[in-house]
């Protein structure tokens, strides 16, 4: 600082010394502040603490973190309700298809409830691959497996892939429950393979169906593994994801970064960065996806505590796993004024002083081109205009008001 004001400090009086002092101070912080706003988010992680811009994440941190969230969830007598209700606004999307899809991928993420979600005859499928990176997930969805009777949408044949070993077995356990109560002619054939949605173990062309239920946001390399996945799909297959988004607990974002700059002097990433919502077309696009379709969806939890929140993302599996490096975790005197923080700034009176978290969650809806595909029409080969359309309508009785340009019908008898 000395350096900086040594020019100045012989013409300035001893009442001006303080001022100018505060002055270049305040130069120096907005100079900083500048400095950061304009580095790339890659480049700002890597100051934070990352080893390498191209790989966010530990993936094999991550595949701990789910076998624990596999254990947790061993106790639980029914599915984690956030996790069915996104699981649920997923497959309805199979709804509105008329085409069966005989084999089906689960990639990670909620895949037992997925798993749980495609009984009953949905989607004709006859057979499940239960891929993961957490063999405990497996062993969860195997439990849960045994409950596809029927098999929805038509599913047959069920293969979890998972990257934590503790997420395969919890879902074995869970498909042997249900298989004792269940015909076993009506659950659809399964298969668990320890894999990692990186680098999928499908041929090319082998699957009518793959079904990602947050599990994406924690992959380095998205538009790669999208590349595999429409790969991997029959033509006319389809691919349905739901990857959280940017907003999701936001509050928590905030309230980590008020209380590092307030105990700590500067600000490094605690919560992981996840997509915005005009990333995922892109990302269907670049992967050459048919007819994309992006819907977007908030959902807003209570909790008693900052606490809570925490231990609920431990249960789902979505604790932060940045590469960071070894001693730059949260202080303890930290993550109190971070608690503290989100109590006074996200608190709801009305519902008991409980705080809210915000979950923004991005279902994508993607087809595996062919020749029976759907494409738009060219551009001015249109030969009805939407005002003759919109009068149309209006004579057979289909809509009421008036079109642009138009009269109703009230008005031509007034």
């Known amino acids: 600082m ?29 100079q900083q ?126 293969i979890h892939m998972d990257t934590s070993p503790g997420m395969l077995e919890l879902a074995k356990e869970r498909a042997a429950e249900q298989q004792a109560r269940h015909p076993p002619g009506h659950v659809p054939e399964t298969s668990y393979v320890l894999a990692d949605e990186e680098y999928l173990p499908l041929a090319d062309g082998s699957v009518d169906l793959i079904v990602s239920c947050l599990g994406l946001h924690w992959v380095n390399d998205v538009p790669g593994t999208l590349a595999q996945i ?75 505590s900052a606490v809570s929140l925490v231990s609920h993302l431990r249960l789902m599996g979505e604790s932060n796993a940045l590469q960071v490096k070894r001693g730059s975790g949260l202080s303890r005197d930290t993550a109190l004024a971070a608690a503290a923080a989100y109590q006074s700034l996200y608190c709801d009176e009305e519902e008991g002083d409980h705080i809210q978290a915000t979950y923004q969650v991005m279902f994508m809806t993607g087809w595996s081109p062919s020749s029976s595909t759907p494409k738009a029409a060219k551009r001015g080969s249109a030969t009805v205009s939407f005002h003759e359309m919109a009068e149309e309508l209006q004579k057979r009785g289909a809509v009421a008001g008036r079109a642009e340009g138009g009269s109703s019908s009230n008005d031509s008898q007034q």
Not at 2 to 27: E, F, N, V
Not at 244 to 263: D, H, K, M, N, P
Not at 282 to 296: C, G, M, Q, S, Y
């Open 33 to 158: 502040q500048q400095q950061w706003l304009h580095t790339s988010s890659a480049q700002q992680m890597l100051q934070a603490g990352l080893e390498n811009p191209m790989d966010l994440f530990d993936r094999s941190q991550k595949a701990v973190q789910r076998d624990r969230a596999a254990l947790l969830r061993r106790s639980l007598h029914r599915p984690d309700p956030l996790l069915l209700h996104i699981t649920e606004r997923l497959l309805d999307r199979l709804e509105d298809c008329l085409s069966s899809f005989p084999t089906a991928v689960i990639l990670g993420g909620a895949g037992e409830v997925v798993a749980q979600g495609l009984a009953g005859g949905r989607a004709g499928v006859q057979r499940v691959i239960h891929m993961d990176t957490s063999q405990g997930m497996l062993e969860l969805a195997k439990v849960v497996a045994q409950g596809l009777a029927g098999g929805r949408a038509g599913v047959q044949h069920v």
């Open 230 to 304: 429409r790969r991997a799909l029959k033509p006319d297959g389809l691919f349905l994801g739901a990857m959280l988004g940017g907003q999701t607990v936001q509050e928590l974002r905030i309230s980590c970064s008020l209380a590092q700059q307030e105990r700590q002097g500067g600000v490094s990433p605690f919560v992981s960065p996840l997509a915005q919502v005009r990333d995922a077309g892109n990302l269907l696009t670049r992967a050459e996806l048919a007819l994309p379709t992006v819907d977007v969806d908030t959902f807003v939890m209570r909790y008693s």
């Open 2 to 30: 000395s350096c900086l004001l040594a020019p100045t400090l012989p013409c300035l009086r001893q009442s001006g010394l303080a001022a100018a002092l505060r002055i270049a101070w305040q130069q120096q912080q907005q």
